[in-house]
């Protein structure tokens, strides 16, 4: 059996705060790769990617550097399921592969775990690429109100994003750890904390949710 760094999927819902979590694992130098930075790297200007994207739905997706006006294909994909369908037949492979080389550069390094964080992480497949499963969860009400703040759309979109994701129910039912982030930052650390402790002794099991 292979020994090698295992990888843990961290998801949850839209403005659950996987990011944040992320970053307070580097205070144990934890590697991480974002599938959603990987995800704008699909759709820079001049990729194959964004080319499809305007040829379907036309230069008004463009700002005026050329970059992907992201606010406005979000609004077309979560009003109609079968352009979302189209966009992640476009984009998902291109992520998928993307996420597999960095992740198998870190399955080859000194870390003791690391991390994938991923808001598709269970809808796109890319379980398979992880270990395990670390779900953050917070209310739904406390969703759309951070989705509003910080995405700028209203009530009805950010309800509209929701409903196009997996059910916190069906998360939740899939996870291997929870990570509750709807208090304050020490909640947040101690939890941390705790499951720092709990990566660090991982036997380097084959994937099991394969």
């Known amino acids: 059996m292979t020994q090698n760094t295992p990888i843990i999927g961290v998801t949850g819902g839209i403005a659950s705060g996987k990011s ?32 499809a994207i305007v040829k379907r739905y036309g230069s008004n997706m463009l700002d005026a550097q050329g970059m ?7 609004n077309v994909v979560f009003a109609d399921v079968h352009e979302r369908q189209w966009l992640e037949s476009v984009t998902h492979p291109q992520i998928r592969q ?14 003791p775990y690391a991390l994938l964080v991923s808001p598709l992480l269970l809808e ?22 951070r989705t509003v ?18 059910s916190r129910e069906q998360r939740l039912e899939k996870a291997d750890e929870v990570l509750d982030n709807s208090r304050d930052q020490e909640s947040l650390d101690a939890q941390i904390d705790m499951l720092n402790l709990k990566y660090r002794q991982l036997d380097c099991l084959p994937n099991k949710h394969r």
């Open 68 to 74: 992907l006006k992201r606010s406005a294909l979000r």
């Open 20 to 51: 944040t979590v992320a970053r307070s694992f580097e205070r144990y130098n934890i590697p991480w790769v974002d599938a959603d930075d990987v995800a704008r790297e699909v759709v820079a200007p001049g990729s194959p990617a964004l080319a």
């Open 124 to 145: 796109s497949g890319q379980v398979d690429l992880v270990d395990r499963i670390l779900v953050i969860d917070v209310p739904e009400a406390m969703q759309v109100a």
């Open 98 to 111: 993307r996420l597999t080389k960095q992740l198998n550069a870190f399955r080859c390094s000194q870390a």
């Open 149 to 166: 703040q910080r995405d700028g759309v209203n009530e009805a979109g950010a309800r509209a994003i929701l409903a196009a994701q997996m």
